[in-house]
Every structure is written in structure tokens, then in C-alpha cells.
């Protein structure tokens, strides 16, 4: 194993020491596992929180700011946060309106998020859950009784961040969470493994000519292994599960989204043959991503989330946003 770490042990909360270091706007509380927005909590506006396992960055930490999260709690590495990580974040960023939690389709996730929610309306703050689950790949999986949730996390994030942002209550925002996700639709192909720190070993094997179709973030199994084949037909493969689930006609928004070791070179490729195929069926990429948005370490391979969109979706997607890793308008 060759990382850049000090130890495993520490590996999270050394990296929380470095986006502390490096983003004055966000105020990181190391020993406990909480990134918020610097300067509190904003007195009538709905807070959002996120969160799950390390090595998914920049999912959720780099999200939160201006737009998109009020705060994230980061679990160690594919590990989901606990409840008392989720708690101290909801608290933090409750402003009086509610609090926002949205919550990836693992089942340590929603368990641990549920406990939370539970404990906050204890204290008074009225929270709402909002579950992705956007992976057409399998039903179920090892981490998961549904579909997972993956790259329409991102989706959610930025335009319920900027429903908020407006002064939308918390009903309303928690409804246009779920309307993307109703909406969106992802699929994930994974060309190698990755290390987990504390296993120092790969998650699976696979030999030179394989590759895992329908992968999930974790290293979870997908539909099948086949031989590798060029970009036109793996970006094919991908959307005819999706177009097997969902129209994809119309203006969209699609992510082409990087798992952590594969070359933005090789994205562009595959947002290029993902553009040929929407085209040809009557679709319209008018909104993209293309990078690192939701890793899996430094696994090979990338995953598409295409997202059907609406005037209000795409205005709420198209508002300002200043967050680490994603920001424009401002």
C-alpha cells in the first residue's frame, strides 16, 4: 500500500486538520468530526447537513458553503458518521426554521441520521430526512435494502442548498430534495480497486482485461464483469440502465464524475460519448459537471448521473454557490 498518510489510524482527522488549514470560510472541528460554515448558524433559514464515510471527498466537506450545505459530518473511511457527530452538526446549524438531512441510501447512514433526528426533535429542532437513491445498477446491495444512493447526492445538495439559500421553508425544501432525486438516475463502472488505509489491501480483485459494471462507492459488486471496452460502449452501457429506468429526453443535467484515480482526460472522452448517445435520443445536456464530485478513493473508473430537469431546477441549479469544491455566480 502507497498513500500519503501519517497512519491510518489518523488519516481522517489529519486530513480535517489540512481543510481546516486550507478553507478559512468553513469552521472544522477535528476531534469531533464536524465541518460547518464559519460564523453560525443563519438565524430563519433552513439548515442543511450531510454526511457518511471518508474517501468519497469532495463529497460532503467540500460542499459545504454558501448555496449547498450548512455542515457535513465525516465518518472514518467508508464508515458512516454516528449519531452524535450528526447531532452536534444539526444542532449548529439550526437557525430557527429546521433542519434539512440528506442522507445517502446505506443502511448505517439512514439508521444513524434517523437516531439524530430523533434526538434533535428531542431538543426542539424540527428536522426532516430526505433519502437519495439513485443507482440503477442493483436493487440491493451489501450496504443497502433499495437502490443506493450515489451521484445525485451532489443534485440535492446544490439545488435544495440554493432553495434554502432563498428563504424556502423547510417543507419546501425538503419536497425539491426529493423531486431531483425522483428525477436523477446514476450509473457507476469501475476499471480497478481501491486501499482502503486501515485494510492496506485492495477491496476486490480484478484481473488486467475485467471491469465491474454497476460498481458502487464502496467497492460494492455490481451487475456483472466484462472485458474492457472503449469509452463509446462503456458510456452506451451506462445509460441504456438508465434509459431502461428513466426517459432521457429533454434538458438534462448530467455528471460525469470521476471515482479518484481516473485522468480528467478520459472524463472529457466519456462526457463526449455520453453527449453522441443523448443526442441521439432526443436529449439535451444543458447542464454539466465533469470531474471528481463523489470518490471512491483512488479507485479507476467513473460513474454518470443524469438528471431530468425543470425551469425551477435548472434556475435553482444555475444560483450562486461557494463551497470549496464547487463554486460560480458569486
Not at 12 to 37: C, F, M, Q, Y
Not at 252 to 271: A, D, H, K, R
Request: glycine residues 12%; hydrophobic residues 45%; contains cysteine.
Amino acid at each position: 500500500m502507497k498513500k500519503l498518510i501519517n497512519s491510518p489510524d489518523t488519516v481522517v482527522t489529519d486530513a480535517l486538520a489540512g481543510v481546516a488549514a486550507a478553507h478559512p470560510s468553513l469552521a472544522v472541528d477535528v476531534e469531533n468530526k464536524v465541518i460547518t460554515r464559519a460564523g453560525g448558524p443563519q438565524a430563519g433559514k433552513v439548515g442543511l447537513v450531510s454526511g457518511g464515510g471518508s474517501g468519497h471527498e469532495p463529497l460532503h466537506g467540500g460542499f459545504v458553503g454558501y448555496g449547498m450545505l450548512d455542515a457535513a459530518c465525516p465518518g472514518e473511511v467508508f464508515t458512516s458518521p454516528v449519531p452524535d457527530q450528526m447531532l452536534a452538526a444539526t444542532k449548529a446549524v439550526s437557525g430557527g426554521a429546521g433542519v434539512l438531512h440528506i442522507v445517502k441510501n446505506y443502511t448505517g447512514d439512514v439508521l444513524n441520521f434517523q437516531m439524530a433526528a430523533e434526538l434533535a426533535g428531542d431538543e426542539g429542532i424540527e428536522v426532516v430526512s430526505v433519502v437519495t437513491s439513485d443507482d440503477v445498477a442493483v436493487q440491493d446491495s451489501l450496504y443497502t435494502a433499495g437502490r443506493r444512493g450515489v451521484g445525485a447526492t451532489v443534485f440535492v445538495e446544490k439545488i435544495a442548498g440554493a432553495f434554502a439559500e432563498e428563504g424556502a421553508g423547510l417543507d419546501k425544501v425538503a419536497a425539491v430534495a426529493r423531486e431531483v432525486n425522483e428525477r436523477s438516475r446514476s450509473f457507476g463502472v469501475a476499471l480497478s480497486s481501491c486501499v482502503v488505509p486501515a485494510a492496506g489491501k485492495p477491496t476486490f480483485d480484478l484481473a488486467d482485461s475485467e471491469i465491474e459494471m454497476g460498481i458502487g462507492i464502496h467497492g460494492e459488486p455490481g451487475r456483472t464483469r466484462v472485458p474492457l471496452a472503449p469509452a463509446r460502449d462503456l458510456a452506451a452501457a451506462a445509460l441504456d440502465a438508465i434509459r431502461a429506468d428513466m426517459p432521457l429526453s429533454g434538458d438534462l443535467l448530467v455528471m460525469i464524475n470521476g471515482m479518484g484515480g481516473t485522468p480528467l482526460l478520459e472524463l472529457y472522452v466519456l462526457f463526449n460519448e455520453v453527449r453522441r448517445y443523448l443526442e441521439g435520443q432526443r436529449g439535451r445536456i444543458a447542464r454539466n459537471l465533469v470531474g471528481n464530485y463523489i470518490t471512491s478513493l483512488e479507485m479507476q473508473g467513473f460513474s454518470v448521473t443524469v438528471c431530468q430537469l425543470t425551469d425551477t431546477l435548472t434556475r435553482l441549479w444555475d444560483a450562486p454557490v461557494d463551497t470549496p469544491a464547487l463554486r460560480w455566480g458569486r
